[in-house]
């Protein structure tokens, strides 16, 4: 670390500080300007016209309020609800996975719970769209929250699961050893050594569910909002400054729930 | 220890995984009391045998009972048995006091009582400072007698320490091995100890279980093994040895002449099952040897001094035999005055007491 810190500095490469500023540029701006011009008195979504709460107040209580908070309520109750169901399914399935021994069908089992990452979300959504229409599933709130906890589980069981390889078997056996019950060995032991594995499950899954627009849109019933189809559906019709309040709040919401993350998962508990 | 009381009965266990047969048959009977070593290199099922003691594998023929009861059926939890881990496996988001308490609390204690109990187990182990600490916040040496307070705390019928010291380095597993002594001395627990250092083996154990390849090979006082191996395989992995191809020629009054070529005749004690005719391996301590211009009785063996090689508290001296095998000699520095030390290129007799010399049965 001491001796070979000079000779790969990869700030002394040509080309390094445009290459950051870009990026950098192209990642923010936009967020930037979304979130300065929600503090924007004018109606207008170019020109500024001096700082002002406004468009939060418009949020609120204005025109359009009554139907961003059920949206936002829709929204956060089901995220709540799918991150948690998720992150309780992936937590049995990495426990199965990892602690279980070697199984027949393991590594399919591993594909299996990882492939839905990877498929299209346009396909699930067509695909879970059909599947409800198949068997007559009327749609609303309902298939809304099957649909998320279904496609929440693969991005909390990746945390989980990483986290659940890293904890070696002795401590289980350690517990057994001490004469505690499989069960206590699992809720005294196994669980607190997890726990920061399960948090970030937790709020990836939230987060995933509390963004996601494709699926919802496919499979809410008419007139079920969440924030999301909310926003698409406001923009549809011109977009309003009171949308970069909403956008920026949501944004606000996800900067936390990433810092939360960051600092859980950095609290490793098991050195 | 107390060899009219058996603490654990390993009868004819065995151990398969698949196809592939880790322990073979293996019986063995370990005291009350006592501080029992299974030693071997790594693969030889020493440290199976131990998981099948604590209940972490199971017996696939074969029983094992603890104080004449059948525990290999028993899950761990249900084992009077405790086990010291070779990472230690300390909780590592509990406080040190917790983790020595764990046990306590697990058979019903109230938290007070596990408490105090194990505020007195880490006074026995000099920890007591530390009782708040978490175990990243303790050195590997701290740590490992933590793990030792925790597997006693309970005060279990056996202890179980699997490879306990091999993470720490060689003066502080010098200090541990001493220590551990007195804790088993101390506390009247028999230990039961699994190791592939064989001086480490030496220095702790009553009773040591030579293992390979899944095999029982020799069972015996440390002395026993080094001493009088039984076969190749013990001769060799304890200390350092000269392991030879002899003919026994002749046997009279409990002495067999041997001789292994070369004109080279050697006498040593006879051994069952060894008779007359044998062609069998014969084990020759170097520090049993000695070097001098002449022949003696007990062997007859001629050869050039190779090498001195000093190493610290004795010299090796390599003997090249005449038509026959290099010999280590070891003389210890502390007899320099007595005995010489020869230049390379001397011609020299490797000599020994009667004794020195062990036939090997396989």
């Known amino acids: 670390m001491f001796g070979s810190k000079r000779r790969f500095d990869i700030k002394s490469y040509p080309g390094f500080l445009p290459v950051t500023l870009l990026c950098l540029v192209i990642l923010y701006a936009p967020l930037l300007v979304v979130t300065v011009y929600s503090f924007n008195a004018s109606k207008s979504i170019t020109i500024w016209e001096g700082m002002s709460l406004r468009w939060y107040v418009d949020v609120f209580v204005g025109p359009e309020s009554e139907k961003f908070k059920v949206a936002a309520w829709n929204s956060f109750v089901i995220a709540i609800i799918a991150a948690s169901v998720a992150t309780t399914v992936a937590t049995l399935a990495a426990t199965g996975m990892i602690r279980a021994g070697k199984f027949k069908l393991r590594g399919l089992s591993f594909g299996l ?54 904890i070696e078997d002795s401590y289980e056996q350690a517990a057994l050893d001490l004469y505690a019950t499989k069960r206590q060995a699992f809720t005294k032991i196994l669980l607190p050594l997890m726990a920061p594995g399960i948090i970030s499950g937790f709020l990836l899954a939230f987060i995933v569910s509390l963004d996601d627009f494709i699926i919802t849109n496919f499979v809410k019933g008419a007139g079920v909002e969440t924030l999301p189809t909310a926003i698409f559906g406001a923009v549809k019709q011109g977009i309003k400054p009171n949308i970069m309040a909403i956008s920026t709040m949501l944004l606000a919401v996800s900067i936390v729930m990433v810092t939360v993350s960051y600092f859980v998962s950095k609290s490793d508990n098991t050195k | 220890m107390n060899q009219d009381n058996i603490a654990i009965n390993v009868q004819r266990a065995v151990k398969r995984y698949g196809t592939f047969t880790a322990l073979k048959e293996i019986s063995l009977s370990i005291y009350d009391n006592e501080f029992f070593t299974l030693l071997g290199p790594s693969g030889c099922g020493k440290t199976t045998l131990l998981r099948m003691i604590a209940g972490f594998e199971d017996v696939t023929e074969g029983a094992i009972q603890l104080f004449g009861q059948e525990i290999e059926t028993l899950p761990p939890n249900k084992r009077p048995v405790n086990t010291v881990f070779q990472n230690y496996a300390l909780f590592p988001h509990m406080s040190i006091l917790d983790n020595v308490a764990f046990g306590l609390e697990m058979l019903g204690r109230s938290k007070s009582e596990a408490r105090a109990k194990a505020g007195e187990m880490l006074e026995l182990v000099q920890l007591s400072q530390f009782a708040k600490r978490k175990p990243s916040q303790l050195s590997g040496g701290q740590q490992q007698r933590v793990a030792l307070a925790r597997a006693l705390a309970p005060q279990p019928k056996v202890l179980l320490l699997d490879e306990p010291l091999s993470a720490l380095d060689l003066k502080l597993r010098k200090a541990m091995q001493i220590e551990l002594k007195h804790l088993q001395r101390e506390t009247g627990i028999t230990f039961i100890f699994v190791t592939h250092d064989q001086e480490e083996a030496l220095t702790m154990s009553d009773r040591i279980a030579v293992m390979s390849a899944g095999e029982l090979q020799q069972l015996g006082s440390p002395r026993d093994i080094y001493e009088a191996p039984r076969n190749m395989f013990v001769a060799d992995f304890i200390g350092e040895t000269n392991l030879l191809e002899v003919s026994v020629d002749d046997i009279q009054n409990g002495r067999a002449t041997c001789h292994l070529g070369g004109g080279h005749e050697l006498t040593c004690n006879e051994v069952q099952g060894i008779g007359v005719g044998a062609k069998v391996h014969m084990s020759l301590r170097p520090e049993r040897l000695f070097i001098s211009e002449a022949a003696k009785e007990t062997a007859s063996l001629r050869g050039k001094v190779v090498e001195n090689i000093f190493v610290g508290t004795d010299i090796s001296t390599i003997v090249d035999l005449a038509d026959g095998p290099n010999f280590i000699v070891r003389t210890s520095n502390s007899d320099r005055g007595n005995k010489r030390i020869f230049e390379p290129g001397s011609d020299v007799f490797v000599n020994m007491e009667l004794g020195a010399a062990r036939l090997l049965v396989d």
Not at chain 1, 115 to 139: G, K, Q, S, Y
């Open chain 1, 113 to 166: 719970i990882s492939l839905p990452l990877m498929v299209p979300e346009i396909v699930t959504a067509v695909a879970t769209l059909i599947f409800f229409n198949a068997i007559a599933f009327e749609r609303g709130l309902m298939t809304i929250l099957l649909a998320h906890t279904a496609f929440c589980i693969p991005f909390a069981y990746l945390p989980i699961s990483a986290r659940m390889q890293g």
